[in-house]
């Protein structure tokens, strides 16, 4: 991968290691996309729980930029970075919505 693309994902990864630094150390949930406060049961819960998924999305930023960049075994993994990229965010987000609930009260309640 090019420099400037490496620089990119590293870019992001700092962007959204960020937001997950001030939401779960800075309780921040306001950051959080879709955030309810009448809906809410456990502010804290929910903080650390999207501020550690955040991080972890950083993380696989940081991983497939220095992937992408040192290319080992050949370029092998370099070319399955940008697949792994994908499903990891996807997985990541999704685990993200669905286990968010958890700290919701029901819309029935």
């Known amino acids: 991968m090019e420099l400037g693309g490496v620089i990119s994902l590293v870019?992001?990864?700092i962007f959204v290691g960020g937001l997950g630094i001030l939401i779960k150390h800075f309780?921040?949930?306001e950051l959080i996309a879709g955030y309810d406060p009448e809906r809410v049961t456990d502010e804290e819960g929910l903080a650390a729980f999207i501020g550690t998924n955040a991080l972890?999305?950083?993380g696989l930023l940081v991983f497939v930029a220095l992937v992408s960049y040192t290319e080992p075994l050949g370029g092998e993994l370099a070319?399955?970075?940008?697949p792994l990229l994908i499903v990891g965010t996807l997985l990541l987000a999704g685990r993200m919505v669905i286990g968010a609930r958890r700290y919701e009260?029901?819309?029935e309640s």
């Not at 070319?79 to 940008?82: H, K, T, Y």
Request: aromatic share 6%.
């Open 56 to 58: 972890y999305v950083a």
């Open 105 to 107: 009260q029901s819309a």
């Open 79 to 82: 070319a399955l970075s940008g």
């Open 27 to 29: 309780g921040r949930v």
């Open 11 to 13: 870019a992001a990864a």
